[in-house]
């Protein structure tokens, strides 16, 4: 595209944005991203805001341009869904053993955004293990007093017996498999 000047590919520049877009729901802190926000919005005006985004994306490709090309390792599918969970939803808050996509076990967490966790804090808390990787955590539901983590099946006898009454942030955690909710 001869009219963007740093953009020789604009495919790799999307993929580059939904990267960009997907780190900030899997691993930025909201609070921190809302005071951004707030200072772009005090100090860009709303009318240079999109111009403000395109300059950005500007610098950045013009970056990645002038510098080797490093390709950084995909983040694995996770996105936190911090809705309270529909009528529809069928997991709970404890027990069984569900079995969910593959080889993945749904696992519930007794704490949430009641006590300012997010993902990120999960996927750091679980990695801490040895020999488990970033690739093995599936979605991440936090609800607003616990959560619900997908782990891969090797894992999750190892994460609920090392979590299990394990003190976080001031509050003993309970780890379980979650199971279907009776209606």
């Known amino acids: 595209m001869a009219r963007y000047r740093y953009i020789e590919d604009p495919e790799e520049l999307k993929e580059t944005i ?7 729901h899997d691993e930025e802190d909201p609070h921190e991203m809302n005071e ?24 950045l490709a013009r970056s990645e341009d ?20 529909s009528p529809g ?9 569900e079995r969910t996509d593959g080889d993945q076990q749904t696992l519930f967490v007794s704490i949430g955004k009641n006590r300012r966790v997010f ?3 999960f996927i750091t808390l679980i990695t801490e293990l040895d020999g488990v990787s970033g690739e093995q955590i599936g979605q991440i539901k936090i609800l607003d007093s616990y959560s ?18 394990y003190e976080y942030r001031g509050r003993k955690l309970t780890v ?6 009776k209606n």
């Open 148 to 165: 619900f983590v997908e782990v891969e099946s090797s894992i999750a006898d190892r994460v609920i017996e090392t979590y299990n009454g």
């Open 89 to 97: 939803d069928d997991l709970s808050a404890a027990g069984g053993g």
């Open 119 to 121: 993902p990120k804090d």
């Open 18 to 24: 939904q990267g960009i877009v997907k780190r900030i």
């Open 66 to 85: 002038s510098s080797p090309r490093r390709r950084s390792r995909p983040a694995p599918s996770r996105r936190a869904a911090e809705q309270d969970p």
């Open 176 to 181: 379980n498999y979650a199971r279907s909710r």
């Open 36 to 59: 951004y926000k707030r200072f772009i919005k005090k100090h860009v005006s709303v009318f240079s805001r999109a111009y403000f985004t395109a300059h950005l994306l500007k610098q």
